[in-house]
């Protein structure tokens, strides 16, 4: 069975006085498949601009955002409704031949899956090895499937989740060391883990739906804004979607923005964003910071 779903994405920023804006690349259109169709998609930027869509290197689309002229605020509200398929992600059979881990790729697989397969995150103090240790090394060779499955439950048990709305997203390490994070820091922390035990996978961000909205029981963290969960590539089953900040997917997968090798930037941005001009010079300096790509680099993603 289907459902119809319509999202209204709203970002604002606002300044004490008027600036002058470069261009800004704005990531919010769902990605459609067999699973998902968009019915409909709206872009209001202010003040005026001119706005181009590409394709990235992931086949994303990317809306290419450039003001005309200097404000004191910069505003986008994008819109899109989408009917989306139930898929049994779970359900879907893998083939024999991974269906215990260790496994082994194709060789046209692997060409086709290598940038996704090798992992970018060091792991200086071995933190991540000693704690993916216990869902490989029982007895006998684990299920591929059930041990990912394993691994995806025990982050969203053993890490507290704690919104954060600044940019960057944490390492792997800090994760496990913090004992906390964001769906995006846990999401990484899973991409990671995969990619040490050979399996590719990618960064996935988009919307969750929040089944609070219509009375249903049952709590979703990162619900009504951005999420990031994570996709596992299973020869027969696919890109398989697995949610480590609230578990695995068992109906439908939410709904993606965009995929890719490592966390998409801008991924915290949601709702309403307010800077004080002030504090600008300071923030721009900062590599990663929201100030210095919204303002200075042009570079808002949300």
Known sequence: MSWTLEVRHVTEYRYANPVSFGEHRLMFRPRAGHDIRVLDDSLTVSPEADVHWIQDVFSNSVALVKPRWAA???????GFVIDHAGIPNLELPIE?????????YTAEERRDLAALLDPHYGDPDGRLHEWMRPFLFGPGRPGTRETLVAMTNAIKAQFRYQRRDQEGTQSPDE?????????????????EAARRMGIASRFVSGYLYDPAVDGDMGEMLGAGATHAWVHVYLPGAGWVPFDPTNSPFRRREPHPRGR??????????HGVVVRRARRFPRV???????AAQGVVEGELKF
Do not use: I, K, Q
């Open 96 to 104: 024999p031949r991974a269906a215990r881990w260790p496994f082994d």
């Open 72 to 78: 004191d605020r910069f505003r986008v509200e994008c």
């Open 260 to 269: 890719g090798s490592r966390p998409l930037p801008g991924g915290s941005a």
């Open 175 to 191: 994760t496990l060391r913090l004992g906390s994070g964001t769906c995006r820091d846990f999401a990484l922390l899973l991409m």
């Open 284 to 290: 721009a300096r900062r590599r990663h910071g929201a």
